[in-house]
């Protein structure tokens, strides 16, 4: 009897835990629109795949452990197309799912146990930063900060993803900024703190756009690099994300099948490809011919708008791509485009995932702005990822390579195999300015055609090839073969595939 009396107190604890923040706060909730934690978990893991730990977890503070069903955070383990994952989901009805000492405990166990034994960790935040009066006084200090070592320490043993919905401050934000991919909803707002206290702190009313909102992370921070329109399709992007990782840095990532129709109309390219050199193409168009049909899977597209990174498919085989968009400035690299690729090079290289670059640039932006942003720092971060880079890399220059733009994008040695497309152009700088300095003749003075079209013989891909520079001249629509053919070449087969993660202590965010 006694057994039984403890097994329906257990039951009746476990039943309380689940009704989170109460029937009025989760009804509020669908009035809204918006997905409670545990419609998020569901729509995140496999069906009936999660295992939960911590269910009875509370506030420390006696007075609110019956308030508090599992002090605000849904924490354990599941399956994500049948591999295991850590989860944490804040809970937003319990207190705003504020960080407290129980709930640090929940995640840091989750977080522990993915780097230990190799599982993806995945957060998915709303919350209203620290609890108060918790953290308050020297002993809530004492109590909640500073007792973790490892919270923020980033060594890339496995994939980090984070979710920013509604309202994500404090710890939503931070798990965001320490994440290898990180979504979130439009409509939300991510940042430090509230808008209250920033009023507060500044004496002055802040707009919830202008302080977090997804447009300020999509263009101008970068700290975000997926935007979608709802919950549902904030899961769907994690669970895409996830299909191109591996569990860990000591595995590859997951091999697929070919997707129908891919490698089919190659000659596309050539439609895509202008012929008149000064003339801009878009390089996604370009791109999504020469990966796998549907597979590519685009980060920060808003940001650093002149470059373009992203996961793909290369025969089912898992494939970095970075290339420069001449749609966008004519491909030239701004501070912004070199942060996107590093932070990318990083991600692939930490990761096992081989990189293809497809370089079209003029050169780097120039200017008082670039200065200003801090361009010669930015340029010597990229070319330092570079040449950190350990797993299989392939160029392929599809068209322009000027100056330091060109090593940066993997020219020279600065990988595995690089090859050109027959209309390559290659120098330190482009013609017309070269014309102009050399021969001291701008457009339309007497002789500059002629000068100038001597310049532009040079440029041209022959002599970088005939040297062995190039190790090959390519017709565009072989790219796609090519780099099957190459990358199988170059997998790194003394090391069963893994590169060396020279990277993986690189800062997530700066």
């Known amino acids: ?24 706060k989760l009804a509020k909730r669908r009035e809204g629109g918006q997905l409670n934690a545990q419609e998020r978990l569901d729509a995140l893991v496999d069906r009936e795949s999660f295992f939960e730990m911590g269910l009875l977890g509370a506030s420390s503070i006696e007075a609110e ?43 840091g166990y989750i977080r522990k146990v993915c780097i230990d034994r190799g599982l993806p960790f995945v957060h998915i935040g709303e919350s209203t930063g620290a609890r108060l009066p918790d953290a308050m006084g020297s002993k809530g200090m004492g109590t909640l900060l500073g007792n973790d070592v490892s919270q923020f320490r980033r060594m890339r043993e496995v994939p980090y993803v984070a979710a920013a919905l509604d309202t994500s401050f404090g710890s939503s934000a931070w798990l965001c900024c320490c994440s290898d991919f990180a979504v979130m909803r439009k409509g939300s707002i991510m940042s430090v703190s509230s808008p209250r206290l920033v009023s507060m702190a500044i004496g002055e009313k802040i707009d919830l756009e202008e302080l977090g909102g997804w447009r300020l992370h999509a263009e101008q921070t970068g700290l975000i690099d997926h935007f ?67 597979s590519f899977f685009e980060l920060k597209p808003r940001f650093g708008k002149s470059a373009v990174v992203g996961l793909a498919r290369l025969d089912g085989k898992v494939t970095g791509i970075v290339a ?55 340029i010597m971060n990229f070319m330092n990822a570079t040449c950190l880079t350990t797993v299989p890399q392939i160029t392929v220059i599809c068209r322009k390579a000027y100056g330091r733009a060109y090593v940066a994008m993997g020219g020279g ?71 099957i053919r190459m990358l199988d070449i170059q997998r790194r087969r003394r090391s069963n595939g893994l590169g060396q993660h020279l990277m993986r202590t690189w800062p997530t965010s700066y």
């Open 65 to 107: 452990k019956d308030t508090t069903p599992r002090d605000g955070k849904l924490t354990g383990f599941a399956k994500i197309e049948g591999r295991d994952v850590g989860v944490v989901v804040n809970d937003f009805t319990v207190k705003g799912a504020s960080t407290s000492g129980t709930n640090s405990k929940k995640m």
């Open 413 to 483: 040695a600065h990988n595995d195999t690089m090859v050109a497309w027959p209309m390559a152009e290659v120098s330190f700088m482009d013609p017309v300015f070269a014309t102009s300095i050399v021969h001291n003749k701008t457009s339309g003075d007497e002789g500059f055609e002629d000068a100038l079209a001597h310049i532009q013989k040079d440029l041209e891909i022959w002599d970088m090839a005939r040297i062995f520079s190039a190790h090959d001249v390519i017709k565009p629509q072989e790219t796609r073969a090519y780099l």
């Open 1 to 24: 009897m006694a057994h039984e009396a403890l097994l329906d107190d257990l039951d009746r604890r476990r039943l309380k835990s689940t009704a989170m923040g109460g029937e009025k």
């Open 324 to 378: 420069n968009n001449p749609q966008v400035g004519g491909g030239a690299l701004s501070a912004e485009a070199c942060r996107k690729i590093i932070d990318f090079t990083v991600l692939c290289d930490s990761f096992n995932i081989p990189i293809v670059r497809l370089m079209d640039t003029p050169g780097f932006v120039v200017g008082m702005d670039a200065e200003r942003r801090g361009a010669p720092g930015h």
């Open 228 to 294: 979608v329109d709802t919950d549902e399709e904030a899961m769907h992007a994690i669970r895409a994300f996830l299909s191109y990782m591996p569990s860990h840095n000591g595995e590859l990532p997951p091999a697929a099948g070919t997707s129908e129709g891919s490698g089919e109309c190659q000659e596309r390219i050539l439609d895509i490809l202008p012929e008149k050199r000064t003339q801009v193409y878009n390089m996604k168009k370009i791109i999504d011919v020469i990966v796998d049909v549907g």
